[in-house]
């Protein structure tokens, strides 16, 4: 079963694409510092390029004010990144809060590993991966889902399969089942060591 939790990966994307976009325009509507040539220009011309002027200077200020917001809104959403020189150190603080989850909910692990270099398409944060196996109530898999992708650290469930192992709907035993969970957290790129090794490539 697939779960749409890209979706705040995605969300980062477009963030920051209109951060890069607001900062060119504030850039490229910014108001010029040097006078106008006084080489012949028409006064009717003159005219239009203070006008024209006089436009860009007031949309300035929103696009400032909404590049501000957006910058805001990334530095706290960055603060719930995993930290790490590598990705299989920051991949150990994902394992310690999913097994803090699942044993809040009186679940045992059955395993957990760390899932290297998955696919992605994101050029600003690198996807950490964990993928673990457990048996719980429906109830106990819901509660610990919700918990994972509510928690201060960032992270998504990108993938889960489930299989029913005992119970029966028909009686008043709770239906017991085994799934698998990947969960997804994120990193920075020069956090991750790609900088470093693109340097000395």
């Not at 150190?89 to 270099?117: P, T, Y």
């Not at 696919?119 to 106990?140: K, S």
């Amino acid at each position: 079963m697939q779960d749409g939790g890209m979706t705040r990966e995605r969300k980062w994307i477009l963030m920051i694409g209109g951060l890069a976009l607001i900062a060119g325009a504030v850039y490229r509507f910014g108001l010029p510092t040097g006078r106008f040539s006084d080489t012949g220009a028409a006064v009717e011309t003159r005219e239009m390029q203070i006008e024209k002027y006089r436009k860009l200077a007031a949309t300035r200020k929103p696009l400032e004010t909404r590049l501000k917001a957006l910058r805001n809104t990334l530095e706290k959403e960055e603060k719930r990144l995993v930290r790490g020189q590598k990705a299989s150190l920051a991949a150990v603080q994902i394992q310690n809060r999913v097994k803090s989850i699942v044993e809040k909910q009186g679940v045992q692990l059955k395993r957990m590993n760390f899932n290297e270099n998955p696919a992605h398409d994101n050029p600003w944060y690198l996807p950490v991966q964990v993928q673990f196996a457990m048996r719980a109530t429906i109830r106990q898999l819901r509660n610990i889902l919700h918990e994972i992708e509510s928690d201060p650290i960032l992270m998504n469930v990108v993938n889960f399969s489930t299989r029913v192992v005992g119970g029966n709907r028909n009686d008043k035993r709770p239906v017991t089942i085994e799934g698998t969970v990947t969960v997804e957290g994120y990193m920075r790129w020069e956090k991750a060591g790609i900088a470093d090794s693109s340097e000395g490539s």
